[in-house]
């Protein structure tokens, strides 16, 4: 273990994680505490000590070993550390024994991001995503959370808009995660109205999607700088650390020989993202559905660009448009201080946001990929799968239809993107 002597800060950290040796997933275990670090970073601590223990199982009652438990307790007390900070999400229960046993503050990594998000939080909308989230963590670990339960605030994880203080009782929570939900639904209906006018509008729509960090922001603004409507105020803020931004931007693109889209970005992403803030955000990150085409931002620079590249794609799995057309563009190969061997396919390109490097190719890419693509064929929906059919009407022009004993058969013209989730119906 190694041991920084820093100055003193007002929040010191040790991080702690947890190698089970008979799991597989743990050989990422290395990058996953890297990560903590930068987290715990952007959170505002400074990282003191990290440790990780090698064990078969985790322990019920605290997690790591008891043996553990006192080795970090004691650096706590020579090295003036108030937060301890693990790797994976702890019980209420497992909390309360840690902090009873360490004597400070312990909190694990969905809180250490969750508060993240509280920090970086700017819009109404946003702000109640995350209390939602915050509130429906804490939840189910009222029971345990001990003294936790009458925190104050004022260190990592007991920030939040709109701040719940846990002495509230479960039902008294419940009430609050009813009324942020309403409100996110009304918050829902307006945005849905802002994006039926956009499709009204028939220009496409370009998303950004990638881990946090990989410079999705960067480059929204580079594509601004180079578009003929620009206005420096139309920018949105950039800063090198993780979650520099939540709220989604959206930004007409109009460039020479006449290419025009919308560019939305999007919340960046994070290993081990907490399934409460993914499902908080599902109604934001929807905006990707819409999307003619992804740009898919990854980190060239950063080796473990592997792991970040595989976490995107899992939660756009989640959300459902994995078949979306997608550019995996490799930024920053301006701070490449390693050989990579990107994909030598017409949907990759290597570039730098920063010293423009192939932004001109990537922007020929991306004229190419909104072009729409359709099919004309017929699909034969059964009648007893009439939401396929009513989908069908939102997803395709309807050329003509005809009622047959088996159902009914629908000529169509549809987007090559769209085809894929009809495919089985298809008259051959």
């Known amino acids: 273990m190694k041991i920084e002597e820093l100055e003193t800060p007002t929040i010191r950290a040790v991080l702690v994680g947890m190698n089970i040796t008979r799991k597989a997933e743990n050989e990422m275990l290395d990058e996953s505490m890297e990560e903590l670090e930068e987290l715990a970073k952007a959170a505002g601590a400074e990282v003191v000590a990290t440790t990780v223990q090698n064990k078969q199982a985790i322990h019920p009652a605290h997690y790591i070993g008891k043996g553990k438990v006192e080795e970090i307790a004691e650096i706590c007390r020579n090295h003036d550390v108030n937060v301890v900070i693990f790797n994976d999400e702890l019980s209420g229960a497992q909390i309360r024994n840690l902090e009873t046993m360490i004597g400070i503050d312990v909190i694990d990594r969905t809180t250490l991001i969750l508060d993240i998000f509280a920090q970086r939080a700017q819009t109404k909308e946003g702000k109640l995503q995350v209390e939602l989230a915050q509130l429906k963590y804490r939840l189910p670990r009222l029971s345990g959370l001990g003294k936790q339960l009458s925190r104050q605030g004022g260190g990592i994880g007991t920030r939040g808009p709109g701040e719940m203080k846990l002495e509230t009782d479960r039902r008294h929570i419940l009430r609050r995660i009813d009324d942020i939900r309403s409100q996110l639904k009304e918050v829902k209906k307006n945005r849905e109205v802002q994006r039926n006018q956009r499709l009204k509008s028939e220009l496409p729509i370009v998303a950004l999607v990638g881990y946090t960090n990989a410079g999705k922001s960067t480059l929204m603004n580079v594509l601004l700088r180079k578009s003929e409507n620009y206005d420096e105020k139309r920018e ?9 931004t939540l709220d989604i931007s959206l930004r007409k693109i109009s460039l020479s020989n006449n290419i025009e889209f919308l560019l939305t970005d999007t919340v960046g992403f994070v290993s081990k993202l907490p399934h409460d803030l993914v499902e908080a955000f599902k109604a934001t990150l929807e905006e990707v ?35 979306k057309k997608v550019i995996n563009v490799f930024n920053k190969c301006d701070k490449l201080a390693y050989d990579i061997d990107i994909p030598k ?34 699909f034969l929906i059964p009648y007893n799968q009439g939401n396929i059919a009513s989908q069908l009407h939102e997803d395709a022009e309807i050329v003509s239809s005809e009622y047959i004993e088996t159902g009914i058969v629908l000529k169509v013209k549809i987007e090559d993107i769209n085809y894929h989730k009809y495919k089985k119906f298809q008259l051959l």
């Open 236 to 244: 949105v803020y950039t800063k090198d650390q993780l979650f520099a």
């Open 289 to 323: 559905k819409y999307a003619d085409l992804l740009l898919h931002i990854i980190d060239a620079s950063n080796e473990n660009y592997e792991l970040q590249k595989s976490t995107t794609l899992k939660v756009l799995k989640e959300l459902g448009v994995e078949n």
């Open 345 to 378: 396919d017409e949907n990759s390109v290597f570039v730098s946001a920063i010293t423009g490097k192939n932004l001109e190719h990537l922007i020929q890419m991306i004229d190419k990929g909104i072009g729409k693509k359709f099919i004309e064929t017929k």
